[in-house]
């Protein structure tokens, strides 16, 4: 529609007339021309936002597969290595490929948010979009996201360190400082343990500042026996190696035993008892296990060859009698009592009285 048709149609008092076919031609042409003029750069622009998903899209598949293969790699030098006397001292294969998923799915997030993120300004700035701005105040929004959620990024890239050095993981026994236990959840933010009466403590991975893990490598269990001083000690050796080769053999010590059990020597000598001390490599998290058990052979091994355990508390002495707490007391002197003879030939002669 031209613009004197426009106009006449807006003057008042007169009635509107329709468009006539010459006002139809010279839209289509107007149209036609935009169209013919536009469709150039236009075209660029679509072929140009298609070529960066693309190249988008396959760039971020090719990283996942490379990710997911680098994960599966790992997984199968675990497999190798279980069952071998290296891997005994290794993590198992369970927690190793729990460990590399979780670092697979954190570099897949990551390496997705950086390239959609990238294509996403790339197509803007197709569009001929300013980005300055939008950069400014996504760098300004990220200085006052990063001072009010500090604690929050310090918990994420703590728990990022955690799982990428394999601090620790599921089902080990772990002491954190502030709290300790079996932990049941390894989170990129908060870590769950169990504690030992079954209460659950959820522990921000910023506020662990040590860790104590218990349950890698191996453990070492010791055991301190205290006898008398004149006992024999090549006995008392002879008896504690026997205790610990018969541990050694049954069911399922021998697979909890990493190493036999040694006798270290004495430990302390007094005048009236000496600790020999007992020492056994085992396996980790079973140290309290296999001290108990030690500690219940080698009281019946010292029972059935009549070697006395000492040490503990004293036996209490027997109470004395009461005593009458006035038998040493003196008996009261007759001097204590005014009226006594004593007392008034001890009194003073008061003076007599001037006569009239």
Known sequence: MSLSVLLSAAEPGEEPTAPTLQDAQES????????????STWLAIGLRVLLILVIAAVLRVAIRRAITKLIDRMNRTAQ????????????????RRQRSQ????????????????TAGLMILATFEINLAPLLASAGVAGVAIGFGARNLVTDFLSGVFMILEDQYGVGDTVDAGVASGEVIEVGLRVTKLRGDNG??????????KRIGNLSQGWSTAGVDVTVRSDEDLDRVRRL???VGEQLSKDEPWNERLWGPVEVLGLDS?????????VSAKTMPGKALTVERELRWRIKRAFDAADIPIVGGIPAQAEAEPDVDP???????????????????????IAPASPTK
């Not at 697979?104 to 993120?117: D, E, H, K, T, Y």
């Not at 209460?199 to 662990?208: A, S």
């Not at 000598?269 to 001390?277: C, E, G, K, N």
């Open 80 to 95: 190798a290595v279980d069952g071998t006397a290296l891997g005994g001292l290794l993590v198992n294969v369970e927690r």
């Open 102 to 117: 979780a670092i697979g799915s954190v570099l897949r997030s990551v390496a997705s948010f950086l390239i959609m993120g």
């Open 326 to 348: 006035s038998a040493g007391m003196a008996p009261p002197s007759a001097y204590s009592s005014t009226s006594s003879p004593q007392s008034e030939r001890a009194a003073p």
């Open 199 to 208: 209460e659950i403590w959820y522990v921000r991975n910023g506020e662990v």
């Open 240 to 242: 504690l190696l026997e």
């Open 269 to 277: 000598v007094q005048l009236d008892s000496m600790v020999v001390r």
């Open 28 to 39: 289509a042409t107007d149209a036609a021309s935009w169209v013919e003029e536009n469709w």
